[in-house]
């Protein structure tokens, strides 16, 4: 089996304890019975990446890589975002479990040429690996900023709603997100409830809604969601508009039955009426054309009324 984490989570393998990249004192620590260490939830050695905290960092963690992290904006190493600027009003705080997800390491192997296992080496075969956090490789984070550029960052689409900076923002990733409500529902509202944003700017009066990207796809596979309650009263107007046609094509029928019959009698010459009866035929087709036409076009204006304005799906 290869060792290679990333070829391994290619194929769907992946160890149920994997120690790659652990430091050697950690590894010698488990002592020889270190089959049964972590069950029951008892306290286990594993990979902890070494966080190449900031000057201005308070950082909080566990020992099986969980961090807080309490600092300025910084998506990335310590040059990135607001607080790599050295703004401020930028406060950011970090909640990561499994930073580098399955390819977190505390150290790499020095002599890359040695047939021996890491753990094999006579001496500490090893260097220190340090990591800024990452928004691609961290396993699950919630990302907390006061001012930062969220879509950028994360590189989400800009899809119909745009990318915004310079905002504050809550970033959740992880491989399932769920948001579950018991009883009370779940309310997604894109503005209408401030004034002034975290930014100390008015409001623009447009509206920004709510994007539904599955894969976070391109602006042109984006489209307009549909509002249900207008869509139920333009059918109803459809199903109307439809019967009146019915009924007014089965009126122009007759009529052309009556005048075919009538012509049909006389071979030589129209019957009387005949004539006015093809003018009325004609006046009726006249007619249901024209309300064929106005129906469409009231139908086109209507159906724009079902298209949400400011929401949209793919």
């Not at 508009?241 to 019915?246: A, V």
């Amino acid at each position: 089996m290869t060792r290679d984490p990333i070829e391994r989570q290619r194929k769907g393998l992946v160890k149920a304890r994997n120690r790659e990249g652990m430091s050697n004192r950690k590894f010698r620590a488990q002592g020889k019975d270190s089959v049964k260490i972590g069950v029951d939830n008892s306290k286990i050695n594993e990979p902890h990446p070494n966080y190449n905290a900031a000057p201005c960092e308070k950082v909080i963690e566990g020992e099986n890589n969980q961090f807080i992290i309490l600092g300025r904006d910084r998506p990335a190493g310590q040059t990135s975002g607001y607080g790599g600027a050295g703004d401020t009003h930028c406060a950011r705080i970090e909640l990561v479990a499994g930073m580098s997800g399955m390819l977190a390491r505390e150290v790499n192997i020095k002599d890359q040429s040695s047939t021996n296992f890491q753990y094999d080496a006579p001496g500490d075969n090893e260097e220190r690996l340090y990591t800024d956090g990452n928004a691609f490789a961290d396993a699950a984070k919630i990302y907390m900023s006061q001012r930062t550029d969220v879509d950028r960052n994360f590189k989400l689409s800009v899809s119909q709603l745009g990318n915004f900076s310079t905002r504050s923002a809550i970033a959740l990733k992880a491989d399932a997100v769920r948001v579950i409500s018991r009883d009370a529902g779940i309310k997604l509202i894109a503005g209408g409830t401030d004034s002034i944003n975290s930014q100390g700017k008015e409001i623009a009066g447009t509206r920004v809604g709510i994007s539904l990207n599955a894969g976070n796809v391109p602006d042109s596979e984006m489209h307009k969601l549909v509002k249900g309650e207008p869509l139920v009263e333009v059918l109803k107007g459809l199903v109307k508009n439809i019967s009146e046609l019915n009924s007014a094509v089965g009126q122009i029928a007759q009529a052309l039955i009556v005048i075919g019959g009538n012509l049909a009698a006389i071979p030589f010459t129209a019957p009387a009426g005949a004539a006015a009866a093809t003018a009325g035929t004609l006046a009726t087709l006249t007619t249901t054309t024209q309300q064929a036409n106005a129906a469409i076009t009231e139908m086109d204006l209507e159906l724009q009324k079902i298209l949400s304005q400011h929401n949209y799906t793919n």
